[in-house]
């Protein structure tokens, strides 16, 4: 499902007609499953904490949805009706067919979750061989503490096998319930791509298995004299040096809660004076990370936390125009 927030990315790009068009078929959000052939299709599904999964009996017999641990229990589906289940903690839950037994499946359900999606800025997307596209990539945080999140790309090739990644990102820092929107992505299409239909998919989770959301868009290979690409290459989502970030962010610090340390990811907009400081929850200064010029962009800084004891700690960032600060658990 979009969330509020995503629905106003949309609404600002104006392509809300065509969303309905690109939405992709699994969302971290509500899941569904498909009871067909005496099986749950998917056998796994990942959700993050407060969504539904809703099994649909495709087959010509009852089945249920039951619980291995009496979480819940469906009942009987008769063919063509379906059963919708919340899930409101985090966990594993495997479940099974009280009539089939052997029918199995397992619902894991997490407390942070990310959302992923593409939109091609001209749709429908028809390139050369040899030409290149490009898109708006947008990432999402639906949990309220900063996470890292792995963001890969692959491509469903015209006789639908998978190639790639063509790019992988890997621990991905995001703050609380933000948006990362990067547009102008530009993918190179190679001379030698087989002319067809392909589908660009995007992935955000656990790399490789683990995936909490796709987001994906058909684009279509013609011929033509372009001739200039040799591989499929593409320009980075997540590359510090391409993106001058706008204003002073802190991104978050990974991991949190820590033992004993911790990795502190902010942006700068500018060359400049900048500090970044510990503070423990008495307002007193545990240690300085950074102190003097810094340019701009994103920053990654260190705190090793071996000499201080566990508890709640602030780090705050501070530029000649803004402060910002950030909670952060040390837990020995
Ligand atoms: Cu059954």
């Given at each position: 499902m979009f969330s509020r927030s995503k629905w106003r990315v949309f609404y600002a790009?104006?392509?809300?007609v065509t969303v309905a068009l690109l939405a992709p078929s699994s969302y971290a959000g509500n899941v569904d499953v498909a009871i067909q052939n005496f099986s749950f299709v998917p056998e796994d599904v990942t959700i993050g904490v407060g969504d539904e999964v809703r099994w649909e009996n495709f087959d010509g017999v009852n089945h249920t949805s039951t619980s291995d641990d009496g979480v819940?229990?469906?009942?009987?589906?008769?063919?063509?009706?379906?059963f919708e289940f919340q899930f409101n903690t985090a966990g594993e839950y495997p479940y099974h067919c009280s009539i089939h037994p052997m029918m199995t499946g397992n619902?894991?359900?997490?407390?942070?979750?990310?959302?992923?999606?593409?939109?091609?800025?001209n749709p429908p997307v028809q390139v050369p061989q040899g030409g290149s596209f490009s898109y708006t990539g947008i990432l999402e945080n639906e949990c309220n503490q900063p996470m890292m999140y792995d963001v890969w790309v692959m491509i469903r090739l015209p006789d639908s096998s998978l190639f790639g990644p063509v790019q992988l990102f890997q621990n991905v820092p995001i703050g609380g319930n933000q948006i990362i929107t990067v547009p102008n992505i530009v993918q190179n299409v190679p001379n030698f791509a087989p002319l067809g239909s392909y589908r660009y998919i995007a992935y955000c989770g656990d790399y490789p298995d683990d995936f909490h959301d796709t987001g994906s868009f058909q684009f279509t290979v013609v011929s033509g004299l372009n001739g200039k690409n040799d591989e499929w290459s593409l320009s980075s989502w997540f590359d510090d040096t391409e993106e001058i970030p706008s204003e002073a962010n802190i991104l978050g610090n990974y991991p949190n809660p820590f033992n004993a340390q911790t990795n502190i990811t902010f942006d700068v907009p500018?060359?400049?004076?900048?500090?970044?400081e510990i503070y423990n929850l008495l307002g007193q200064k545990v240690s300085t990370l950074h102190e003097g010029n810094l340019d701009a962009g994103r920053?990654?800084?260190s705190w090793d936390a071996e000499n201080v004891s566990s508890g709640v700690y602030f780090y705050r960032l501070s530029t000649d125009d803004v402060t910002i600060t950030r909670k952060m658990n040390l837990v020995k």
């Open positions: 790009i104006g392509l809300v819940w229990d469906s009942g009987v589906i008769p063919p063509g009706e379906r619902v894991t359900v997490l407390q942070c979750v990310c959302e992923v999606d593409m939109i091609p800025d500018s060359t400049g004076k900048a500090k970044l920053h990654t800084v």
